[in-house]
């Protein structure tokens, strides 16, 4: 799970995922220019950032989060939760219905079978859902994934039209949180059977359980819409920016063709803004090459980390883990919760030396300090291959290659020492750290037995228990030096002023109109 995040009055709390930039129009109207056209809205299914997007604001389901934060009822009047945190009790209100295109009335009513029939979709092998693993804590939801169990014995049963039940295996202190993604949003089992394997794929063959509906869906983009009511935003449209190109996030919104935009200027601005981080710039050492003793590694990591100095372009801030901030597991807080990673090494001198026993410097002929064309980081990598240089005497050279020649070098493990962004876009703490494992991509070609012990477990574990196994993967790589976090990379969202209650996850992605108003 994710945070969320709200924009309001004069502060906004948004962000950018991916590389979506959101843009609005007309009174009451918002615009969010996507990278491809909505696809699939299918809410057990979908995963590309724009189909979420739309799912968030197409579907409701038993609970969602208001601009502050806080879960309040949606599609139920209420819950109950036992006293052992393993029972989960929904009181559906009366008279739901689903709402089909350009407004009209649904024959279709939303009833406690519909949430039934999402989740054992939802865990039958065929959907491949990937919302599966967040509600794998409900009872027998592994065992029905595999086939071992019927779908009828998932933990998901309904009492009546109104009453829906969750039974978990196992207490998940973020299950209500987890009820707000796409996967949790019901589904009527009449209507599925009806479109034929086209559920969601098309007007025709989606129905709206949320407070906007499907205006028009054609190859120019996702049209959503909702009753006006006063200030608040009424219609949504999910477009490719055809006609935009070129202008600054600035020009964009003060020429109204935008309400939000990214920048990386860094410039000063009157908008509304808010910088946050998803990329961490490491030094990445190949763990297989010369510099396979860890002692090595540690000690250049030491030297690395005291000589870089944070460029003062306003674009990068100092690194506080490899896991850069704003991430959560399980809806914890995980930078918080982690604390610190970052190793206390002793001597560098003295592990230098150890290290260097037995090699010779021409071991050293061929290494060079990789890095990104454009990065804005080369002073930054000149600081540490000169304090390399003072301290150790090794004479690297800093090698800048065209980006997408870096990427290609870096997944085919063509360097020695880069200079590298981790990306978070993803949103998932695992994904970050499962690169640095021969199944995730082999990223510094790290091998550790308790490092993949631990990573494995985390996947099958819920809440805190997930949060502490990353925490120590986190400290072990860092430990290890395999890689070493150098700096934070800054990003903001500009933001028109006069947008209020727009609740955004930087990482979800999540862009939710339920609350917003436009002045």
């Known amino acids: 799970m994710k945070r969320t995040l709200k924009l309001f009055s004069a502060a906004l709390l948004a962000a950018v995922v991916f590389s979506l930039v959101g843009c609005g129009s007309a009174s009451n109207s918002f615009t969010w220019f996507v990278d491809t056209i909505p696809a699939n809205l299918d809410p057990q299914v979908a995963s590309a950032a724009s189909d979420v997007i739309a799912c968030e604001n197409l579907y409701s389901g038993l609970v969602r ?88 014995a998932l933990g998901v049963s309904a009492h009546g039209e109104q009453t829906l039940v969750f039974q978990l295996s196992v207490p998940d202190e973020n299950f209500l949180s987890k009820l707000t993604l796409p996967g949790a949003m019901p589904c009527d089992e009449a209507f599925f059977n009806s479109t034929r394997g086209t559920y969601g794929l098309s007007t025709a063959s989606t129905l709206s359980s949320g407070s906007f509906y499907i205006y028009n869906w054609t190859s120019s983009g996702l049209f959503l819409r909702r009753e006006p009511s006063g200030s608040r935003i009424d219609n949504l449209r999910l477009v490719q920016n055809t006609n935009a190109a070129g202008q600054s996030a600035e020009q964009l919104i003060s020429n109204e063709k935008c309400s939000a935009a990214l920048d990386d200027t860094g410039a000063q601005t009157a908008l509304q803004s808010i910088a946050y981080s998803d990329t961490t710039w490491a030094l990445l050492f190949r763990c297989d090459s010369v510099f396979s003793s860890t002692e ?70 061929k290494v060079t300090l990789l890095l990104p064309a454009g990065s804005g980081l080369t002073q930054a990598a000149e600081q540490i291959n000169g304090a390399w240089q003072k301290e150790f005497s ?70 805190s228990t997930r949060c502490s196994l990353l925490a120590e993967c986190e400290r072990q790589l860092l430990q290890d030096c395999a890689a070493v976090p150098l700096f934070a990379q800054q990003k903001r969202l500009l933001v028109a002023n006069g947008i209020h209650d727009l609740i955004f996850d930087p990482f979800g992605p999540v862009l939710d109109l339920t609350y917003a108003t436009k002045e």
């Open 65 to 152: 989060k208001d601009p502050d934060g806080q879960l309040q009822p949606e599609l139920c009047d209420r819950w109950e939760v036992s006293a052992d945190r393993r029972t989960y009790t929904f009181y559906l209100k009366d008279s739901l219905c689903y709402t089909a295109a350009k407004g009209a009335a649904a024959e279709y009513a939303i009833t406690a079978d519909d949430f039934v029939f999402a989740f054992r979709r939802m865990f039958r092998a065929e959907t491949n859902s990937p919302y599966a693993v967040e509600f794998s804590a409900i009872e027998n939801s592994a065992a029905v994934l595999s086939g071992a169990m019927p779908e009828t």
């Open 296 to 365: 090595l590694r540690q000690a250049l990591a030491s030297v690395a980390r005291d000589a870089a100095e944070v460029p003062d372009t306003g674009l990068f801030t100092a690194a506080s883990g490899l896991i850069p901030e704003g991430l959560t597991v399980d809806g914890i807080d995980y930078r918080a919760a982690a604390g610190d990673p970052m190793p206390a090494i002793p001597d560098a001198k003295e592990l230098y030396r150890t290290a260097r026993q037995g090699m010779q410097n021409s071991d050293f002929n």
């Open 394 to 463: 090794l004479f690297f050279s800093v090698e800048e290659v065209e980006p997408e020649e870096f990427a290609k070098r870096l997944a085919e493990g063509s360097y020695t020492i880069a200079l590298a962004p981790i990306s978070a876009e993803s949103g998932s703490v695992y994904s970050i750290l499962t690169q640095f494992t021969a199944a995730g991509g082999g990223l510094a070609h790290y091998e550790n037995s308790l490092y993949a012990t631990q990573l494995a477990a985390s996947a099958s574990a819920t809440g």
